[in-house]
């Protein structure tokens, strides 16, 4: 019976991890919605949500019209608003990063009136984490897609590849000291993912934030599509 109930601790343990691991790279949609036809009005309790794989993701403004929809997987999302007198807002193709955060302001037009078009840009923290970023589009316009470890070198010359394997130094650092993380989970290298389910890749070069445990060899994150993207990716293909 003892040895029972530590299998059930211990794989408790492994479960809870592993979600602590998959959070790790989740993005945000955050801003505030307002009048279209007088920008300093808020409008407050508008129900905005955008639609995902696993089914829509709600929040509702405050008083003072701000709305965050965290938790969310990196990839392109639509934003949608509805508030009670306005007209239906949508707002296409957000582009989420891994761990990032877009602010998003929408303004709600009244009467069939043409809201302003809104432009969204990540939120940047000063003294900002040096780090490569690749997007989707990149990605798949690279003629190194299906390498990853051969595509981050490609872009940036902090990041090098060790001679017959595929092993990376970042600016300098000794074989074997970077860290990968694949979909939030800590793995030795990322040989094992095919280059047509890479949605995204991330290299910290310095300044690694303290998420991704004390390590001095910079941290490789990749983040895979989506089920929804891959299928999406294959029916267009037919």
């Known amino acids: 019976m003892k040895i029972k109930i530590n299998i059930i601790i211990t794989t408790a343990i492994l479960l809870f991890a592993n979600l602590l691991n998959a959070q790790v790279n989740l993005a945000t949609i955050k801003g505030v919605v307002y009048n ?21 993701r709600y929040s509702i403004a405050d008083e003072a019209g701000r709305y965050s929809i965290d938790a969310l997987k990196p990839g392109t999302y639509n934003l949608n608003v509805r508030s009670l007198g306005f007209d239906n807002l949508t707002i296409t193709a957000i582009a989420l990063n891994p761990s990032g ?24 923290i000063p003294g900002d984490i040096p780090k490569i970023e690749i997007r989707l589009e990149d990605i ?25 394997t595929s092993d990376l130094i970042i600016r300098g ?18 040989s094992s993912v095919p280059g047509a389910a890479i949605g995204g890749l991330e290299a910290y070069t310095g300044g690694i934030p303290a998420k991704y445990g004390d390590t001095t060899g910079g941290v490789i994150v990749l983040e895979t599509k989506s089920y929804f993207d891959l299928y999406a990716a294959w029916k267009y293909s037919q």
Not at 37 to 43: G, L
Not at 109 to 116: E, I, T
Not at 140 to 164: C, F, W
Not at 174 to 185: C, K
């Open 36 to 56: 279209a036809e007088d920008s300093t009005e808020v409008v407050p309790f508008a129900k905005v949500w955008v639609e995902t794989e696993s089914g829509d």
């Open 140 to 164: 798949e316009h690279s003629p190194y897609m299906r390498d990853p470890a051969t595509l981050i070198t490609k872009i940036n010359s902090d990041v090098q590849m060790i001679e017959g």
């Open 101 to 124: 955060i877009v602010k998003v302001n929408a303004y709600c037009g009244m009467n069939g009136v043409l809201p302003p078009v809104e432009i969204y840009v990540p939120l940047l």
């Open 173 to 190: 650092s000794r074989p074997g000291d970077a860290i990968y993380y694949i979909d939030g989970i800590k793995m030795n290298s990322m």
